[in-house]
């Protein structure tokens, strides 16, 4: 079945570093993949998208490309600020006709000041 | 997009009795999901629930413990049956919006605790 392996956490980083959450997914079809964010107290947000191969979705100074080579969608973001400390999911569906998703683990990311 | 919303927010409950949760979403769609996001943990799919036909349960899941109700494009349900700690967790209503491909939008959960 379909499934999405994601970098485990929890993740610590520095105010303006680098941040990249690896996600790699096994699925049958050409599947839709997602970054969801769920922010302390919060509910879960769609971060971002992509829906065919190459395909780059990016939101809030976060970017995740579609890499049907290498199985792939890395969420990354360039420069943290204190208010991306969130949990961030990987997530797949299989849009043909069957839109259920399929959540990666979460990673838990804390950036400090 | 669409806009849901849960009913209750949160909940705590005694160990053998049920609670019923609603979601209300503000405009019709087709399809409708129910996840369960227990401490610590990623989301799981319960069931779809389609209007008009029975809702289809994942694996591990049963409609005797989780029946949903579809009464019309707007709405449904979610009852947590016979609860047990284990069930403490947070359940999630999703639904797809038209008009922005497959994505899927999210409720606010209701957070439930079993004593």
């Known amino acids: 079945g379909d499934s999405v392996t994601q970098m485990e956490g929890p993740v610590t980083l520095s105010e303006e570093a680098f941040l990249t959450i690896n996600c790699t997914y096994t699925a049958t079809g050409y599947p839709s993949l997602f970054w969801y964010v769920q922010y302390p107290g919060e509910g879960l947000q769609l971060l971002l998208k992509?829906?065919?191969?190459?395909d780059k979705g990016s939101n809030k100074g976060f970017e995740a490309t579609y890499r049907k080579e290498t199985t792939s969608f890395h969420l990354e973001k360039g420069s943290v600020q204190v208010s991306d400390s969130a949990v961030y999911f990987c997530?797949?569906?299989?849009?043909?006709?069957?839109?259920?998703?399929?959540f990666g683990a979460g990673t838990t990311v804390t950036v400090r000041a | 997009s669409a806009v849901i919303s849960q009913k209750p927010s949160r909940d705590i409950c005694q160990r053998g009795t049920s609670l019923t949760i609603q979601c209300q979403v503000d405009?019709?769609?087709?399809?409708m999901f129910w996840y369960r996001q227990q401490p610590g943990q990623s989301l799981t799919l319960i069931a779809t629930a389609n209007q008009g036909s029975e809702a289809t349960y994942e694996s591990g899941f049963v409609i005797d413990k989780f029946p949903i109700s579809r009464p019309n494009l707007t709405f449904s349900t979610l009852t947590v049956s016979n609860m047990s700690p284990e069930d403490s967790s947070i359940y999630l209503c999703?639904?797809?919006?038209?008009?922005?491909?497959?994505?899927?939008?999210f409720g606010p959960g209701t957070r439930l605790t079993v004593l």
């Open positions: 992509a829906t065919k191969a190459d």
């Open positions: 997530a797949l569906s299989e849009g043909s006709n069957d839109y259920k998703l399929s």
């Open positions: 405009s019709q769609v087709t399809m």
């Open positions: 999703t639904t797809l919006a038209g008009g922005a491909g497959d994505t899927q939008y």
